[in-house]
C-alpha cells in the first residue's frame, strides 16, 4: 500500500522557519518528482513547490520563492520542505504530492500556523 506520511507542522511566530518531512513508504518514489501543495480555510489547494526525481531541478510558487526550500534524500524516500520567514499568510494544510505512473498519491497533510 503506497502511503505518504507528512511531519513538522505546527505553530510558529511570523519570521520563523519550520522544516516539513513526507516520508513515502508502499513505493519506490525515488524515480519520480515529487511536490508541496496547502490549502488554507476557505481556500482551494494550491501549489507550492516541486522536485525532480534527482533532485536537481525545483520549482516554486511565487509567493514562497526566496524562502522555502525543497529537497529530497532518495536513501530515505523522504521530501523536504524548509520554511524560512514565515508570514500569516502561509497559514494552511500542508500536503506532500507523488506522481507515479499508476497515479497521483496525496499524505493526509500536516497543519502549520503563523502567528502575527
Known amino acids: 500500500q503506497v502511503q505518504l506520511v507528512e511531519s513538522g507542522g505546527g505553530l510558529v511566530q511570523a519570521g520563523g522557519s519550520l522544516r516539513l518531512s513526507c516520508a513515502a513508504s508502499g513505493r519506490t518514489f525515488s524515480a519520480y518528482p515529487m511536490g508541496w501543495f496547502r490549502q488554507a480555510p476557505g481556500k482551494e489547494r494550491e501549489f507550492v513547490a516541486t522536485i525532480n526525481w534527482s533532485g536537481g531541478s525545483t520549482y516554486y510558487a511565487d509567493s514562497v520563492k526566496g524562502r522555502f526550500t525543497i529537497s529530497r534524500d532518495n536513501a530515505k524516500n523522504t521530501v523536504y520542505l524548509q520554511m524560512n520567514s514565515l508570514k500569516p499568510e502561509d497559514t494552511a494544510v500542508y500536503y506532500c504530492?507523488?506522481?507515479?505512473?499508476?497515479?497521483?498519491?496525496w499524505g493526509q497533510g500536516t497543519q502549520v500556523t503563523v502567528s502575527s
Open positions: 504530492n507523488g506522481d507515479l505512473p499508476t497515479g497521483t498519491y
